[in-house]
Nanobody, 123 residues
């Protein structure tokens, strides 16, 4: 059974940077496409960014382009989300997810999920 554990969330101020990590166990990490999603209070979970198994290709939600950067280190079974110039509207629980096959923007197509990490951006 694949397990995903996010870390790195917390309280930051607007304009700050923060890096989230997602560490996988129980599977072959390098075979999964990975994604980050987020869910703000009272809103549906939304796609943030995804990355191919090799890390060679990525895809971002339009609102995240230029501020967020996804990466992965298959030797460490870990994926990262570097978030810069954070805004209050980035406040959400951030989830990592894994799926077999190509990356997807659809949360329903992911097979495994982490428990989420809270990111709170204050003004």
């Amino acid at each position: 059974q694949v397990q995903l554990v996010e870390s790195g969330g917390g309280l930051v101020q607007a304009g700050d940077s923060q890096r989230l990590s997602c560490t996988a166990s129980g599977g072959t990490f390098s075979s999964f496409s990975m994604g980050w999603f987020r869910q703000a209070p009272g809103k549906e979970r939304e796609f943030v960014v995804a990355i191919t198994p090799s890390g060679g290709s990525t895809g971002y939600a339009d609102s995240m382009k230029g501020r967020f950067t996804i990466s992965r280190d298959n030797t460490k079974n870990t994926m990262y989300l570097q978030m810069n110039s954070l805004k209050r509207e980035d406040t959400a629980v951030y989830y990592c997810a894994a799926r077999y096959g190509a990356p997807s923007i659809r949360l329903q197509e992911y097979h495994y999920w982490g428990q989420g990490t809270q990111v709170t951006v204050s003004s």
